[in-house]
C-alpha cells in the first residue's frame, strides 16, 4: 500500500461505523468520501484491493469491522443526475451517478412520466450497487433499462460498457471488478399517473409479503436453479423440476426454518427469505444463521443456497456466506 495522500483534498476518517440495513456490525479502520474521478483514482494508488460502500441495503459487516480502505461514492459526481430529453418521442436518456439512491430516483422518474424503474420500488439500492448486483425482484431488473455504464478499473483507468458488453444475468452482472461511477439509463416515455398506480401497487405488494420494517438486508439468498427434480412430501406440491429456478424462501421454509433463531438473529416468520437482526444484536449471529439456513436447506433439499447478501471480514467474505456446505 502506498502511503496516504498529504492533500487536504481528499480526507481519509478512522474508525467509522457502516451503516447497514441490518443495523448490527463493525467498522471501517479508514473510509474516504471521494466526489470526482480524480480522488477516486487516488483511493485507488493507496487501496487498489479497496472496498465499495453503497447503501449498505446488501450488506453484513462482521462486529470486528474491516481494515481495507472503505470508500462511498455518495457526493459530488457520483451523485448527479442530468436528464437529457432531447424531444425523442418514445424514450429518454437518463445519467445517473453510481452513488444516487434508487428508491429516490425512482420517485423522480415517475413524477416525470419516465417509465422503467418504477417495477424496482421497495429496493433499497444505491445505482452502483444496483447495477454490480442486478437489482431486481418479481416486477423486473434494473439491467432492463441499462444503456451504458461507465466505470474505473483498478488501476485507476476510465473504460464505459455498452449494454450487450455487460453479462447481466440473474443477480449478475460482471461488473465487480469494476467500480461503477455512474451509467447511462433508458428510460420510455409514459404517463405519470400510470407510473404513480403501478409504483403503488408494487409497494404494496413488498408490504404485504416482506418484513420491509425489520433489519434486514432484504432476501438473504438467490433463488437456485435445480439440478434435479425434487418432489414434494407429505402431500406438499413438488418443489421443481430439474433446471427451474425456484423460490429459496419456499426451499427454507419448507426445511422448517422460518422462525429459527440464533441469539439475536433470526429467520423472519413472514418470509423465510429474509433474516432479521434484533436492535443492539451482533452480526456474528447473522452470518452463524446463514450458515444453519444453508445446512438444513442442503440437508433437506440437496440444494445449495448462495447468499445475496455480501458479508465483509477482516479475511475477505465470509465462509459462511460463500463456502460449500458439503465436501465435494
Same mark, same amino acid.
Given at each position: 500500500?502506498?502511503?496516504?495522500?498529504?492533500?487536504?483534498?481528499?480526507?481519509?476518517?478512522? @474508525?467509522?461505523?457502516?451503516?447497514?440495513?441490518? *443495523?448490527?456490525?463493525?467498522?471501517?479502520?479508514?473510509?474516504? =468520501?471521494?466526489?470526482?474521478?480524480?480522488?477516486?483514482? $487516488?483511493?485507488?494508488?493507496?487501496?487498489?484491493?479497496?472496498?465499495?460502500?453503497?447503501?449498505?441495503?446488501?450488506?453484513?459487516?462482521?462486529?470486528?469491522?474491516?481494515?481495507?480502505?472503505?470508500?462511498?461514492?455518495?457526493?459530488?459526481?457520483?451523485?448527479?443526475?442530468?436528464?437529457?430529453?432531447? *424531444? =425523442?418521442?418514445?424514450?429518454?436518456?437518463?445519467?445517473?451517478?453510481?452513488?444516487?439512491?434508487?428508491?429516490?430516483?425512482?420517485?423522480?422518474?415517475? =413524477?416525470?412520466?419516465?417509465?422503467?424503474?418504477?417495477?424496482?420500488?421497495?429496493?433499497?439500492?444505491?445505482?452502483?450497487?444496483?447495477?454490480?448486483? @442486478?437489482?431486481?425482484?418479481?416486477?423486473? /431488473?434494473?439491467?432492463?433499462?441499462?444503456?451504458?455504464?461507465?466505470?474505473?478499473?483498478?488501476?485507476?483507468?476510465?473504460? @464505459?460498457?455498452?449494454?450487450? /458488453?455487460?453479462?447481466?444475468?440473474?443477480?449478475?452482472?460482471?461488473?465487480?471488478?469494476?467500480?461503477?461511477?455512474?451509467?447511462?439509463?433508458?428510460?420510455?416515455?409514459?404517463?405519470?399517473? /400510470?407510473?404513480?398506480?403501478?409504483?403503488?401497487?408494487?409497494?404494496?405488494?413488498?408490504? =404485504?409479503?416482506?418484513?420491509?420494517?425489520?433489519?434486514?438486508?432484504?432476501?438473504?439468498?438467490?433463488?437456485?436453479?435445480?439440478?434435479?427434480?425434487?418432489?414434494?412430501?407429505?402431500?406438499?406440491?413438488?418443489?421443481?423440476?430439474?433446471? /427451474?429456478?425456484?423460490?429459496?424462501?419456499?426451499?427454507?421454509?419448507?426445511?422448517?426454518?422460518?422462525?429459527?433463531?440464533?441469539?439475536?438473529?433470526?429467520?423472519?416468520?413472514?418470509?423465510?427469505?429474509?433474516?432479521?437482526?434484533?436492535?443492539?444484536?451482533?452480526?456474528?449471529?447473522?452470518?452463524?444463521?446463514?450458515? $444453519?439456513?444453508?445446512?438444513?436447506?442442503?440437508?433437506?433439499?440437496?440444494? $445449495?443456497?448462495?447468499?445475496?447478501?455480501?458479508?465483509?471480514?477482516?479475511?475477505?467474505?465470509?465462509?459462511?456466506?460463500?463456502?460449500?456446505?458439503?465436501?465435494?
Amino acid at each position: 500500500m502506498a502511503d496516504e495522500p498529504t492533500t487536504p483534498a481528499l480526507l481519509i476518517e478512522r @474508525n467509522v461505523l457502516i451503516s447497514t440495513w441490518f *443495523h448490527v456490525g463493525g467498522g471501517a479502520d479508514r473510509l474516504a =468520501r471521494p466526489t470526482n474521478a480524480e480522488q477516486l483514482s $487516488e483511493c485507488l494508488r493507496i487501496d487498489p484491493s479497496l472496498r465499495v460502500l453503497g447503501d449498505g441495503a446488501n450488506l453484513l459487516v462482521d462486529d470486528d469491522g474491516v481494515d481495507s480502505l472503505v470508500v462511498t461514492l455518495a457526493d459530488g459526481d457520483f451523485s448527479a443526475v442530468r436528464i437529457d430529453d432531447d *424531444h =425523442r418521442d418514445d424514450f429518454v436518456l437518463v445519467t445517473v451517478g453510481a452513488g444516487v439512491n434508487l428508491p429516490k430516483l425512482i420517485n423522480q422518474t415517475v =413524477r416525470l412520466g419516465l417509465a422503467g424503474l418504477e417495477t424496482l420500488g421497495g429496493i433499497p439500492a444505491s445505482i452502483g450497487g444496483a447495477l454490480v448486483m @442486478n437489482a431486481g425482484g418479481a416486477f423486473g /431488473q434494473i439491467a432492463d433499462v441499462v444503456e451504458r455504464v461507465f466505470a474505473m478499473r483498478r488501476d485507476g483507468t476510465l473504460t @464505459n460498457l455498452t449494454r450487450d /458488453q455487460i453479462a447481466f444475468g440473474y443477480r449478475h452482472s460482471g461488473l465487480n471488478d469494476l467500480i461503477v461511477t455512474s451509467a447511462e439509463l433508458r428510460l420510455a416515455r409514459a404517463g405519470a399517473s /400510470q407510473l404513480r398506480q403501478k409504483h403503488l401497487d408494487v409497494m404494496a405488494y413488498k408490504k =404485504r409479503t416482506q418484513p420491509m420494517a425489520d433489519n434486514s438486508a432484504g432476501c438473504a439468498f438467490k433463488n437456485p436453479t435445480l439440478s434435479a427434480d425434487i418432489a414434494g412430501d407429505g402431500g406438499q406440491e413438488p418443489i421443481g423440476a430439474k433446471g /427451474q429456478r425456484v423460490s429459496a424462501g419456499m426451499l427454507i421454509d419448507r426445511a422448517r426454518c422460518k422462525g429459527l433463531r440464533i441469539r439475536t438473529a433470526s429467520v423472519s416468520d413472514r418470509h423465510g427469505n429474509f433474516l432479521t437482526a434484533d436492535t443492539g444484536g451482533k452480526a456474528r449471529d447473522v452470518i452463524e444463521l446463514i450458515g $444453519e439456513v444453508r445446512r438444513r436447506v442442503y440437508d433437506r433439499f440437496g440444494v $445449495e443456497l448462495h447468499t445475496e447478501v455480501v458479508v465483509w471480514t477482516r479475511t475477505g467474505q465470509d465462509s459462511a456466506a460463500k463456502a460449500q456446505v458439503h465436501n465435494p
